[in-house]
């Protein structure tokens, strides 16, 4: 038993308030042990039910309480070590009794059913995180995917301006906790900008800003032009906003609460976005006269994303499909046993298609990177080219590729386009040239 009275417990109660204590030593439950209106309380959801008991303030009474719990849970055999937790958390939560505070808990889950909230500070955009005086680890809800993280934070911070960005799925709603007023997206991209620490994230922004909106807004003048839509599916749920609004991108990628996670979700836009916008110039390069239909972009699916016709003939185009179901759970063994990717970015054929499986032979297999290229990608592309052994194999790179690995690839049989942005018109250029002429030369 631990040496405190009521009154040392009570005391703290007056100046908690509502507020969090401690919490039952159970990752895969969600609970909580209060003070509010003089008296303890212990909340504990479980997968089953929720239980909620109020005790008086004093150890007796918290023990009887505890045991009360344990008992309905069928846990009465860990009593002691539960009633030690709990005294342990007390003795060490000083911090978070300085003053009244509120307890803010985070869902996490992505972009997907998700709940995060950010502080405004001067039209800056900070995370609820940088004013907790008291954080829990991050606990992962049973049954479900989401995580859960808890902080305490000082009243004082609730007379600022706090947004909540809630994620329904991934449909994204924003209110002030405050006024409980709703807040359109198109407010928060005009007027606030989130902090960001890591300067490989604000290079990526920057280069998203500079080069990026510019391919998205050429696509959509392509679409508009030969009259087709591009509808998205799957994960390409954020790109689909971006071809809405690319500012509304910097409300869904950037309200993830870590510079890691968000680099993460802009690299994913970026990706799709230069693959869309390269078979924009693959289909220029061909003489595309129209399309059979929309633009179905939708990751590992074995029908062509777009059958074009031109004054010759007529092509069926995928976008990173599948060439079987649970493909991309097969191991290819290089050097060493491990998965990789199974998915090629673009595969061109002549002649009309409804299944990847109808194909006989691939005509041109596009690989895109819109990344700093790197060594390990080689195996990649030398596995691709052996399982779907395309007549023609093309790397096209945003970023220059380096020397020594241009000269590796070439000598593999893989044609290198490097440097292939919005700006390097000769580049852009060559490229449908060079498409134009390996149809023609297959003729």
Known sequence: MKDMNKNELLNKAHKFNLNLVGFLPWTEYYSKIYFNENKGHISLQTPEESIETEFEISPESLERSVEEVLIKIGKAGVREEVINNIWEQIEKSEIIFKGEAKEIIEEWCGTRNSKYYYVVEDKILKHISNYSVYTTPTKELVGRKIKIKRYIVPTHVFDKTIFEFSFSKSVL?????????????????INYNFEIKSEILKNMINDFKKDFIKMVEEVNNYSTQLNFKISFSGKAERTQEVFKDPQLLFISSMVLPSDKSRIRSLKMVMKWIYQIWVLKLVCEGLGCKNFEGDWTTEQGKPYPVIILNTHKNSFSIWLEPQYKEAGHMERFVTGREEREPVRPNLIICKGK?????????????????????????????????????PKFFMLVSFYEVPHFLKSELTSRGVVVKDKLNIDASDEINTFKNEIKSLFEESN
């Open 353 to 389: 298609y409804e299944d990847l499986k109808e194909v006989l032979g691939i005509d041109l297999l596009v690989e895109c990177e819109p990344s700093k290229w790197k060594k390990e990608r080689i195996k990649q592309l030398v596995s691709y080219k052996e399982k779907f052994k």
């Open 173 to 189: 709603s924003i209110k002030n906790i405050r006024t409980n007023e709703p807040i359109k997206k198109e407010e928060i991209s």
